[in-house]
C-alpha cells in the first residue's frame, strides 16, 4: 500500500469529523486550531525550559519556546521552497498552519520540572509501561484532549506523523538492563538513580493502536523499516527514522534551543563572555564568512571579537546576533534523501549543511555543560525530581483520598490503572505540582478553600 502526500488518506483524522460547508479552512488549519485552543498548549506557559526563574516575563517557559520552534519551522519551509523551488521533494513541503501545529505540540508531553520530572515518572511508572515525554505528547493528543469523544484531539494523520518523533515502542527499544531504580548509596534518603531511570526515546505501548493507524498508508516493507531501531550497549536502543515534516520541526527545535535558550543564559549570566569563546572560537568559521560577506564595513578585520560584543555588550546588539544566529542556521538546511522509502514523506527530510550543524551542535553543548548540568539548574531539577515522585506515591497509595474526583472517576473506569495517575500528575504546571506536594506534605494547614 502506497499513498502520495495528497492523498486524503493523510488528512484523515481517527474519529469521524466533517468540516461545515462555510468552513473556508483545509485540514491542517483545523489542526492548528485545536492545537492552540487546548488545554495542554496553556499548560506550557507554566512549566519552564530550563528552571524556574520566578515571575520574570523576560524569560523562555516551554509556552514561548514552543512558539519559537513553530516560527522557525515555518521559516524553514518557506526557506526551502524559495532555495530549492524545482526540487522534487518541494511540493511535499507542509503548510504554515500544519508545520506551526506540529511545532506548538511537540513539547506537550513535558511533566513539571522537565527532565528531572521524566525521570521521576518513569521511575513511578517502572512496572507500567514506563513514561518518557515524546510518547506523553503523541498519547495526549490521541487520547486526553476533549474534542472528540475518544481520539483526543483527533488530528490529521499527517500532522500526528510529523508529531512522532521516536516511532518505536517503549518495550522494544527499552535496556532490560537499565531497570529504574533507586540509588543503593544514601542510607536515610530514597534517591532516584537517575542514569538507569532514564527512559527511552519511544512512544508508549498504550499508543500502539494509533501508531498502527498513523502508519495505515504505508506499505510493509516502509513501515517495517520506519518502525526500526537500534541497539546501543549500555543504553536503550535509537529510533532511525522520522517524517518529513518531523525532520524540519526537530531542526526548528536544535535551533530554538541552541540559539534561543543561549541567549536567556547569557542574559541571565549563566554563560561568560571568556567560556562562550573558549567554547566556540574553533567552530564558527561558517558564521564569521558569513558576517564578513554580509557586513564588510561593521567589524574591521576582528569579525571574532565584534560577534563577542555583540552578543555580551547589551540587549541591543544580543537580539541583533541572535537573530543573525538563526538566519545563518535557517539558511543552511537542504533535502536529504532517504531512497529505500517509497513513501515520500519518508523518503524525504531536511538536514543542516555539515559546518553549520558542527557550529549549533557546539552551542547545545554548551548551555548543556554550563546551564543545564550546573549544580545551581540541578538542585532545582533534584528538587523537583523528588516532588513529583511524592506527589504521585501519596496519590497511588490512596486514590480514593486524595485524587480529585473527576480524576479518581477516570482512574476506577480505567480499574485502577497507575496511568491515569501519570497523566495527571504529567499535565501539572510546576506551580501545580509545588502546590500539591505543599498541600499533601507541608507542615502549614493550609486550607479547604485552596484550588487542588
Not at 531512497?339 to 549543511?353: G, I, N, Q, T
Amino acid at each position: 500500500m502506497h499513498s502520495s502526500p495528497e492523498s486524503p488518506l493523510w488528512s484523515h483524522r481517527r474519529e469521524s469529523w466533517t468540516a461545515q460547508a462555510e468552513d473556508a479552512r483545509d485540514y491542517a488549519d483545523i489542526d492548528y486550531a485545536r492545537v492552540i485552543h487546548s488545554a495542554s498548549f496553556r499548560r506550557l506557559q507554566g512549566k519552564t525550559q530550563i528552571l524556574n526563574l520566578g515571575d520574570s516575563d523576560f524569560y523562555r517557559t516551554r509556552l514561548t519556546h514552543s512558539l519559537e520552534v513553530a516560527q522557525i519551522a515555518g521559516g524553514l519551509a518557506r526557506q526551502l521552497a524559495k532555495d530549492v523551488p524545482e526540487h522534487s521533494a518541494a511540493p511535499l513541503l507542509p503548510d504554515r498552519s500544519l508545520i506551526h501545529a506540529i511545532g506548538c505540540t511537540h513539547d506537550f508531553g513535558h511533566p513539571p520540572f522537565g527532565h528531572g520530572g521524566e525521570v521521576a515518572l518513569n521511575y513511578c511508572m517502572r512496572d507500567a509501561g514506563g513514561f518518557e515525554g515524546n510518547g506523553q505528547t503523541l498519547r495526549i493528543l490521541a487520547r486526553l484532549e476533549s474534542f472528540s469523544q475518544s481520539a483526543g484531539a483527533n488530528l490529521s494523520r499527517r500532522m500526528m506523523l510529523g508529531v512522532l518523533k521516536y516511532p518505536v515502542a517503549f518495550s522494544a527499544v527499552a535496556n532490560p538492563d537499565l531497570r529504574p531504580a533507586l540509588l543503593s548509596g544514601p542510607s536515610t534518603l530514597r534517591l532516584i538513580d537517575a542514569s538507569a531511570s532514564k527512559p527511552p526515546k519511544c512512544y508508549l505501548d498504550s499508543e500502539a493502536d494509533v501508531v498502527e493507524w498513523i502508519c495505515q498508508p504505508l506499505s510493509d516493507a516502509d513501515r517495517a523499516l520506519f518502525q526500526s531501531h537500534t541497539p546501543q550497549p549500555g543504553k536503550h536502543g535509537k529510533a532511525l527514522h522520522k517524517s518529513l515534516d518531523c525532520s524540519i520541526m526537530d531542526v526548528a527545535d536544535d535551533i530554538a534551543y541552541g540559539v534561543h535558550d543561549l541567549e536567556d543564559a547569557i542574559a541571565l549570566d549563566l554563560i561568560t563572555r571568556d567560556s562562550f569563546a573558549r567554547a566556540v572560537a574553533d567552530h564558527c568559521p561558517s558564521f564569521l564568512d558569513a558576517m564578513k560577506a554580509k557586513y564588510p564595513g561593521e567589524s574591521a578585520n576582528d569579525v571574532f571579537g565584534h560577534m563577542l560584543e555583540g552578543l555580551f555588550g547589551g540587549e541591543g546588539t544580543r537580539k541583533r546576533f541572535i537573530g543573525r544566529l538563526v538566519h545563518h542556521f535557517i539558511t543552511a538546511v537542504d533535502f536529504v534523501e532517504m531512497p529505500e522509502f517509497a513513501e515520500p514523506l519518508l523518503r524525504w527530510r531536511v538536514a543542516m549543511r555539515g559546518p553549520q550543524r558542527a557550529f549549533l551542535s557546539v552551542l547545545q553543548q554548551l548551555v548543556v555543560r554550563e546551564v543545564i548540568t550546573s549544580p545551581a539548574v540541578q538542585h532545582l531539577e533534584f528538587k523537583g525530581q523528588t516532588m513529583v515522585v511524592a506527589v504521585f506515591e501519596a496519590m497511588q497509595a490512596d486514590p480514593a483520598r486524595l485524587l480529585p474526583r473527576e480524576v479518581l472517576a477516570r482512574y476506577d473506569a480505567a480499574g485502577g490503572a497507575p496511568r491515569v495517575i501519570c497523566d495527571y500528575v504529567a499535565a501539572m504546571t510546576d506551580t501545580a505540582l509545588l502546590k500539591n506536594y505543599e498541600r499533601l506534605f507541608s507542615p502549614r494547614m493550609g486550607s479547604v478553600f485552596d484550588r487542588i
